[in-house]
């Protein structure tokens, strides 16, 4: 059974910043397209940002673009997001997940494996 996990999520006041991770199995970050969704109180599950399998592709969504950056690190089995000028809307439980393609991220149908998830809350 495949599985990512999640870590670094807390409570971040408005403004500030943040570092999650999710590691993997190796033959998942090395292969797969990875990266991060997030769902809030009451709100549908949406995507945040993902990394192609070779590191050279990203994708952002315009609600976290210019304040956040995907990385991943093969040898660590580990995907990074940091976000910074952190907003009360971010608020939310993110998921790391994994698909074939980079191009799944911008729907969000179809990943082919999921994390259980690390909450994060910006106060304002």
């Known amino acids: 059974q495949v599985q990512l996990v999640e870590s670094g999520g807390g409570l971040v006041t408005a403004g500030g910043s943040l570092s999650l991770s999710c590691t993997a199995p190796?033959?998942?970050?090395?292969?797969?397209?990875m990266g991060w969704f997030r769902q809030a109180p009451g709100k549908e599950r949406e995507p945040v940002a993902g990394i192609g399998w070779s590191g050279e592709s990203t994708f952002y969504a315009d609600s976290v673009k210019g304040r956040a950056t995907i990385s991943k690190d093969n040898a660590k089995t580990t995907v990074y997001l940091q976000m910074h000028s952190l907003k009360p809307e971010d608020t939310a439980v993110y998921y790391c997940a994994a698909a074939i393609g980079l191009g799944t991220f911008y729907h969000g149908n179809g990943m082919d494996y999921w994390g259980k998830g690390t909450s994060v809350t910006v106060s304002s």
């Open positions: 190796k033959h998942i970050i090395s292969a797969y397209a």
